[in-house]
């Protein structure tokens, strides 16, 4: 499946952003969907993942409380609302999926199989 991720850009410190992400060539919902980010020089480090009908979720550590994962299967669309930005969320967004069973999520790069673009999020402090 392909995948489009969207919605990253400049904002200021304490802003907030919204990033979409959307597939095509087979419905998102017959995917576990997870967002990943990478800074330059860094590992890709695991942010937030979601079930296929989203009734259950994951966030990393460094985002918990900040960040919120969500979908839309109507819409064809996974989410993450990105609260309080720090410089330190700088990075090159990625959502990523899974064609799975139900209920389950993943945090894991290695356990996706489908990768997007990626978009740029850069926070000015």
């Known amino acids: 499946v392909q995948l489009q991720a969207s919605g990253g850009g400049l904002v200021q410190a304490g802003g907030s952003l919204r990033l979409s992400c959307t597939t095509s060539g087979r419905a998102i919902s017959a995917y576990a969907m997870g967002w990943f980010r990478q800074a330059p020089g860094k590992e890709r480090e695991f942010v937030a993942a979601?079930?296929?009908?989203?009734?259950?979720?994951a966030h990393g550590n460094s985002v918990k409380g900040r960040f919120t994962i969500s979908r839309d299967n109507a819409k064809n669309m996974v989410y993450l609302q990105m609260n309080s930005l720090s410089p330190e969320d700088s990075a090159i967004y990625y959502c990523?999926?899974?064609?799975?069973?139900?209920?389950?999520?993943?945090?894991?790069?290695?356990?996706?199989?489908?990768w997007g673009q990626g978009t740029k999020v850069t926070v000015s402090s």
């Open positions: 990523a999926a899974r064609n799975t069973v139900t209920g389950v999520y993943y945090t894991e790069k290695h356990e996706y199989n489908d």
């Open positions: 979601i079930t296929r009908a989203g009734t259950r979720s």
